[in-house]
C-alpha cells in the first residue's frame, strides 16, 4: 500500500523543474489528441490549419519552457510566446496555446527583476503580431485585439497579486518569528533573574552575616553550610535553565511548583530571615503553569524581603482553591533595611505582573501604612502550562 504522506515529502523534495514538467507534457500529449484539435486560445481568427511536422516545433515551444516557468519565468515565457506566436500565424490552434496564460501568470508571480521592462517588451511585441495576423487576412477587429491585451494582462495581474500575497504571508511569519524570538529571550531573561538574584541575595546575606560570627563556631559553620547549600541549588537551577535551551527537552520537567515552597521558605529561613509560612487546600492536578508562577511569585517576594528587609518578620501565605491560588507575602518595616524600595529596580515585579496577568490574574504589589511592603497575587487555576 502507498504511503501517501511520504510520497508527499519526497514530492516536495524534488527540484522544483522536476515537479512542474509533468504539467507540461501533459498538456503537450493533450494537444497531439485530434478531438481537441482547434480547441486552443485563438486571436485574429484565421481558419484551423491540419497538423504536419511544424505543429510538433509549436507544441514544444508552448509545453515544455513550462518545467522552468517557476525557476527562469523570463525564459519561460519568451519561449512560450514566440510557441504562441507560430501558433496563431499558422492558424493551428492546438490546446498548448493555452500555456500563454499560464506563462504570464508564473511570470508574474516569481519573477524578481525587470518586471516592467518585461510588460512593456511583451507589449510592443503584441503590436507586431496583430499586424502580421492582420495582413494574412485575419478577419479579427481592433476592439478584439484590445480585449486580448487586457485578457493577457488581467493572467500578469493574477500573477504579481499571488507574488504580493506570498510576499504578505512570508513578511507575517517573520513578524511572528521575531516576536516568539522575543518572548522566548524574555522569558529566559526572566527566568535567569528570578533564579540568579535569589540564591545570589541569599549568599550575600548569609557571607555578611558570617562576618560576624567569628566567635560563634557552631553558628558560622551552619552559615558556611548554608551558603554551600544555596550555591548548589543555584547551579542546579542555572542547569536546568540551560536544559530548556536544547530542542528535545521536555519543558514542563523540572520546573518549580508550588509543593517546593516549603524548601524555599527554608532556605530563605536559613539565610538570616524570620518567615511565618501558612498553606491552606491542596494544590489541584490540573493547576498546570499556576503553580510555577505561585512559586516565582513568593521567591520573588522574599527576595525582595532580604534584600530590603533583612531581619523583619516576613508572613507567606498561600491559599488553593478549585479555581484560582491566592498569594500574599508581607513584611513589615522593622528591619535593618525596611526604609528601601521594596522593589529594587522593578524587573522582577514587572515580570510577575505580566506572568501573572498572562493567566488572567491579578498582581499588586505596594507599601504597607506602617512601614514594609505587601505582594498580593491571584492565579487562575488549570492554566496550560
Known amino acids: 500500500m502507498i504511503d501517501l504522506r511520504r510520497a508527499t515529502e519526497r514530492w516536495r523534495r524534488c527540484d522544483v523543474v522536476a515537479r512542474d514538467l509533468p504539467f507540461g507534457l501533459l498538456l503537450a500529449v493533450l494537444s497531439l489528441l485530434p478531438a481537441l484539435h482547434g480547441k486552443g486560445t485563438q486571436v485574429g481568427d484565421l481558419p484551423v490549419r491540419p497538423f504536419d511536422a511544424p505543429a510538433l516545433v509549436v507544441i514544444a515551444l508552448e509545453c515544455l519552457p513550462l518545467a522552468v516557468r517557476r525557476r527562469w519565468p523570463v525564459v519561460c515565457l519568451v519561449l512560450v510566446s514566440l510557441g504562441f506566436a507560430l501558433d496563431q500565424l499558422y492558424g493551428y490552434h492546438v490546446l498548448a496555446s493555452n500555456a500563454l496564460p499560464i506563462a504570464l501568470i508564473s511570470a508574474g508571480a516569481h519573477l524578481e ?10 507589449s510592443l511585441a503584441y503590436v507586431p503580431l496583430a499586424v502580421a495576423l492582420g495582413r494574412i487576412g485575419a478577419t479579427e477587429k481592433p476592439e478584439g485585439y484590445v480585449v486580448f491585451y487586457l485578457a493577457l494582462a488581467l493572467a500578469w495581474g493574477i500573477g504579481a497579486w499571488l507574488r504580493s500575497t506570498r510576499a504578505a504571508e512570508a513578511d507575517r511569519r517573520r513578524h511572528v518569528a521575531e516576536a516568539t524570538r522575543a518572548a522566548e529571550r524574555t522569558r529566559i531573561a526572566r527566568e535567569l533573574h528570578d533564579v540568579v538574584t535569589h540564591h545570589v541575595t541569599a549568599m550575600v546575606v548569609q557571607a555578611e552575616a ?59 529561613r536559613r539565610a538570616g530571615q524570620p518567615v511565618e509560612f501558612t498553606e491552606e487546600g491542596v494544590p489541584a492536578e490540573s493547576a498546570g503553569s499556576a503553580e510555577f508562577v505561585t512559586y516565582r511569585v513568593v521567591q520573588e517576594a522574599l527576595t525582595n524581603a532580604l534584600k530590603h528587609a533583612h531581619g523583619s518578620p516576613t508572613v507567606v501565605h498561600v491559599r488553593y482553591g478549585e479555581k484560582e491560588i491566592s498569594v500574599a507575602v508581607s513584611t513589615d518595616g522593622s528591619g535593618s533595611r525596611a526604609t528601601a524600595s521594596p522593589g529594587g529596580s522593578g524587573h522582577g515585579l514587572a515580570g510577575l505582573r505580566e506572568r501573572v496577568e498572562a493567566l488572567g490574574g491579578e498582581f499588586i504589589a505596594d507599601r504597607q501604612a506602617g512601614g514594609g511592603f505587601v505582594v498580593r497575587a491571584r492565579i487562575p487555576a488549570g492554566s496550560p502550562s
Open 113 to 122: 527583476r525587470h518586471r516592467r521592462v518585461t510588460v512593456l517588451l511583451l
Open 210 to 268: 558570617a562576618r560576624y560570627l567569628t566567635a560563634a563556631p557552631d553558628r558560622l559553620d551552619a552559615t558556611l553550610s548554608a551558603v554551600t547549600d544555596t550555591g548548589r541549588r543555584a547551579i542546579a537551577d542555572l542547569r536546568h535553565m540551560l536544559d530548556l535551551l536544547k530542542a528535545d527537552h521536555d519543558t514542563d520537567a523540572g520546573m518549580p511548583s508550588a509543593g517546593e515552597l516549603h524548601t524555599l521558605v527554608e532556605q530563605t
